[in-house]
């Protein structure tokens, strides 16, 4: 028997030796940047088998078992540096990876334009990404802040009671849809959302796209999207604690903890603001009195959570929940109080590599209140209630060809006193659409999409087009487009009744049509090494834009729909960064609104805009500094405004001034996860001759010094 047993050893000794050595063959190696430093979570995989693949560990190490002993393809991507290919040889065994930075971006993932992720290079429709990093240098609060630095075209002013209105390149607030996490908000005062709410602690990147976007978002998404995307924990643990302080007793605390433990990944921001009155005066230094004489002071709180469960690598659940406190002092006795409540459920399923599935619900509940300190009354006069239900399909027929099909639903509630006698209203909302994403040649894109939305309370019911498409050449992309726009009146709209403090009424229309537009643009982009060249031109027809306008017989302000209006533009962006950490960009931004006279519209969108930054970075071992100067240039606008409002013949032309401002920005890593910020504002002491409206409300220039604390970078 041993005997036996002896041969049969032999034996199957001799059989493992003949098999293929491929049948053993393990490839590994390290991804390290420039500096030689190891990237930890950088994914390594075979491009004919992307099955086959790993992150890098804590030294950025990886090791992957392939199946036989051909030749093949190993990419290596990481975000912020540009993904890498090499060809592996047969037999060979290690390969070592140096990633070079992406200075420009072009790699970052984006989904906004195309609601399936895509790298921004090869996004069809022109998007723009605001980073994590450019963030940080421009130590932004919250979305307002940011647009206004990075953005050219789009300005942020004040309106009746010092309410913020939006202006980006002729549409307004109620035309640009804001989105986090690609869930809409609710609330608006003045057809503005509440942007305070939106902050920008724990956020990975911003991503905006101009022009009409209805064909996969529906209402209010005429003018373009502004989607505002989380992080999401990559390491076992994280704890950011900041805080800033500034002049006019600005202040801001904040802090976020992560955690991924196993199949849980989870993130909880908390922040708080403040900021005293500014006095500004009552008569501006050309000898007029000011549209204002004190900017009001507020206070927020915002809580934010998410938990992400992955009980497979098919499935992936999220949950999320919000809440956001805001109060403004009025005056000494009467504050204004604003509320939101939020949370959410979404599960994304991976059928096969070819198939998914995401399933979501979204709650936002937005409320206004008058509070009086002297009888420590809170009167709540105002509740938006949005529940919504949505469900996205996309199917990959190969990697050239992606179908993508959808549709939410939405009940909308709104409590207002604007209403008579602080009435409610309620509307649903259903729509469906379809995009296909197709690659006939290579270099060639071509995306189409439609939607069809229903209104219930409006009646109204739209069929949305888009189709866009791209074209490389060499290092050029050539990208044009046609888009439908849709815009149903709101329940405000429709049904309001409201005395503008016993000067006027303004009534609803609920015979209103919605707003449409036909929006075609073409763009041209080089890219190369550390430049990109941005050139894109527009031009938008706009019918049917609600606005209100003088009812004689009524003697008051009434919703309305206007004749036909054109907006047209030129959108042109320069960037570089080079090796020795010296980087520049420059964005310029050209509109031009055409209104038929006698229409109840005047234009205040001002036709030139420039935004700039130049930054130098310089890193060592245990210290690093960033120097960023952020300009911005905004050019006169002059408007006719009516002089009567029961008028629209009479009108007396004003201008408004041009201004710029320069915001020093130098950010300090003291040590491992130490930062401090120093900012300088208004660095060139500008204040206006005359506080408008439309003007800064800068007294001259301000000061803030902040600190970021990474703690478990500390450890």
Same mark, same amino acid.
């Given at each position: 028997m041993r005997k036996i047993l002896t041969v049969l050893c032999v034996t199957a000794g001799y059989c493992l030796a003949a098999l293929p050595a491929s049948a053993q063959r393990i490839v590994m190696g390290k991804v390290v940047d420039a500096d030689n430093e190891p990237l930890a979570g950088?994914?390594?995989?075979?491009?004919?088998?992307?099955? +086959?693949?790993?992150?890098?560990?804590? =030294?950025?190490?990886?090791?992957?078992?392939?199946?036989?002993?051909? =030749? &093949?393809?190993?990419?290596?991507?990481?975000?912020?540096?540009?993904?890498?290919?090499?060809?592996?040889a047969s037999r060979q065994t290690k390969k070592d990876f140096i990633m070079e930075e992406d200075a420009i971006g072009m790699e970052t993932v984006v989904v906004t334009g195309t609601r399936t992720p895509k790298l921004l290079k090869d996004v069809p429709i022109a998007t723009r990404v605001i980073t994590a990093d450019d963030i940080r240098r421009t130590d932004a609060t919250h979305i307002g802040d940011l647009l206004q630095a990075e953005l050219p075209g789009i300005e942020f002013s004040y309106s009746m009671d010092q309410q913020v209105s939006l202006n980006m390149q002729g549409f307004g607030g109620n035309a640009i849809l804001f989105l986090v996490d690609g869930e809409r908000l609710a609330g608006e005062t003045l057809d503005n959302i509440d942007y305070t709410r939106l902050n920008l602690d724990n956020v990975e990147r911003v991503e905006i796209v101009k022009g009409a976007a209805s064909s996969l978002y529906g209402s209010n998404a005429v003018g373009g999207v502004v989607n505002i995307i989380s992080k999401e924990a990559s390491e076992p643990w994280t704890l950011n604690l900041n805080g800033r302080y500034g002049s006019h007793n600005d202040q801001r605390y904040g802090g976020t903890v992560t955690f991924k433990a196993g199949d849980f990944n989870n993130s909880i921001n908390i922040q708080h603001t403040s900021t005293d009155?500014?006095?500004?005066?009552?008569?501006?230094?050309?000898?007029?009195?000011?549209?204002?004489?004190?900017?009001?002071?507020?206070?927020?709180?915002?809580?934010?959570?998410?938990?992400?469960?992955?009980?497979?690598?098919?499935?992936?659940?999220?949950?999320?929940?919000? &809440?956001?406190?805001?109060?403004?002092?009025?005056?000494?006795?009467?504050?204004?109080?604003?509320?939101?409540?939020?949370?959410?459920?979404?599960?994304?399923?991976?059928?096969?590599?070819?198939?998914?599935? =995401?399933?979501?619900?979204?709650?936002?509940?937005?409320?206004?209140?008058?509070?009086?300190?002297?009888?420590?009354?809170?009167?709540?006069?105002?509740?938006?209630?949005?529940?919504?239900?949505?469900?996205?399909?996309?199917?990959?027929?190969?990697?050239?060809?992606?179908?993508?099909?959808?549709?939410?639903?939405?009940?909308?509630?709104?409590?207002?006193?604007?209403?008579?006698?602080?009435?409610?209203?309620?509307?649903?909302?259903?729509?469906?659409?379809?995009? &296909?994403?197709?690659?006939?040649?290579?270099?060639?894109?071509?995306?189409?999409?439609?939607?069809?939305?229903?209104?219930?309370?409006?009646?109204?019911?739209?069929?949305?087009?888009?189709?866009?498409?791209?074209?490389?050449?060499?290092?050029?992309?050539?990208?044009?487009?046609?888009?439908?726009?849709?815009?149903?009146?709101?329940?405000?709209?429709?049904?309001?009744?409201?005395?503008?403090?016993?000067?006027?009424m303004i009534y609803g229309n609920p015979d209103l049509k919605p707003e449409r537009s036909q929006n075609f643009s073409l763009s041209a982009e080089y890219m190369k090494s550390r430049y990109n060249l941005t050139l894109t031109g527009y031009f938008n027809i706009v019918d049917n834009r609600i606005n209100t306008a003088w009812n004689q017989a009524l003697n008051g302000m009434v919703y309305t729909n206007m004749k036909k209006m054109n907006i047209s533009g030129l959108d042109a962006t320069a960037a570089a960064k080079y090796p020795c950490g010296f980087g520049m960009r420059l964005s310029y931004a050209f509109t031009h609104e055409?209104?038929?006279?006698?229409?109840?519209?005047?234009?205040?969108?001002?036709?030139?805009?420039?935004?700039?930054?130049?930054?130098?970075? $310089?890193?060592? $071992?245990?210290?690093?500094?960033?120097?960023?100067?952020?300009?911005?240039?905004?050019? $006169?606008?002059?408007?006719?405004?009516? +002089?009567?409002?029961?008028?629209?013949?009479?009108?007396?032309?004003?201008?408004?001034?041009?201004?710029?401002?320069?915001?020093?920005?130098?950010?300090?890593?003291?040590?491992?996860?130490?930062?401090? +910020?120093?900012?300088?504002?208004?660095?060139?002491?500008?204040?206006?001759?005359?506080?408008?409206?439309?003007?800064?409300?800068?007294?001259?220039?301000?000061?803030?010094?902040?600190?970021?604390?990474?703690?478990?970078?500390?450890?």
């Open positions: 950088a994914a390594v995989f075979v491009k004919e088998q992307k099955t +086959i693949g790993m992150t890098t560990d804590m =030294e950025g190490n990886y090791r992957l078992r392939l199946p036989d002993d051909k =030749e &093949y393809t190993l990419q290596a991507s990481y975000l912020g540096y540009v993904t890498q290919s090499c060809r592996l009155p500014i006095e500004v005066g009552s008569i501006g230094k050309d000898g007029e009195e000011n549209d204002f004489s004190k900017v009001y002071g507020n206070r927020t709180w915002n809580f934010k959570e998410r938990l992400i469960y992955m009980p497979s690598d098919k499935l992936k659940l999220t949950g999320r929940l919000g &809440y956001f406190f805001r109060e403004r002092d009025k005056s000494a006795s009467a504050k204004d109080r604003y509320r939101d409540f939020s949370g959410g459920l979404k599960g994304n399923y991976s059928f096969r590599k070819s198939n998914s599935l =995401e399933l979501s619900y979204s709650f936002d509940q937005y409320d206004k209140s008058d509070y009086d300190a002297t009888q420590n009354l809170d009167m709540r006069d105002y509740t938006n209630v949005q529940h919504t239900v949505r469900a996205l399909y996309s199917h990959s027929f190969n990697k050239n060809n992606t179908l993508t099909v959808g549709g939410d639903f939405m009940r909308d509630y709104l409590m207002s006193y604007q209403f008579t006698d602080n009435g409610s209203y309620e509307q649903y909302t259903a729509d469906a659409f379809a995009q &296909y994403d197709w690659s006939p040649v290579k270099n060639f894109n071509i995306l189409t999409s439609v939607r069809y939305d229903y209104f219930s309370e409006a009646k109204a019911q739209n069929f949305s087009p888009k189709v866009n498409f791209m074209y490389k050449l060499g290092n050029c992309s050539l990208r044009a487009s046609y888009a439908g726009g849709f815009r149903a009146p709101t329940l405000k709209e429709m049904y309001m009744d409201f005395n503008m403090a016993n000067i006027f055409y209104v038929k006279y006698g229409q109840p519209y005047t234009s205040s969108t001002r036709p030139h805009a420039l935004t700039t930054r130049f930054e130098y970075q $310089k890193d060592w $071992k245990n210290y690093g500094f960033t120097i960023a100067l952020n300009g911005r240039l905004l050019s $006169k606008v002059t408007t006719d405004e009516y +002089i009567s409002e029961n008028s629209f013949e009479s009108t007396e032309s004003v201008t408004y001034p041009a201004y710029t401002i320069w915001k020093l920005n130098i950010s300090q890593q003291a040590c491992k996860g130490v930062n401090v +910020i120093v900012n300088i504002d208004n660095l060139f002491n500008y204040r206006p001759d005359h506080y408008y409206n439309s003007t800064p409300t800068t007294t001259g220039t301000t000061f803030s010094v902040g600190l970021s604390l990474d703690v478990d970078k500390l450890f």
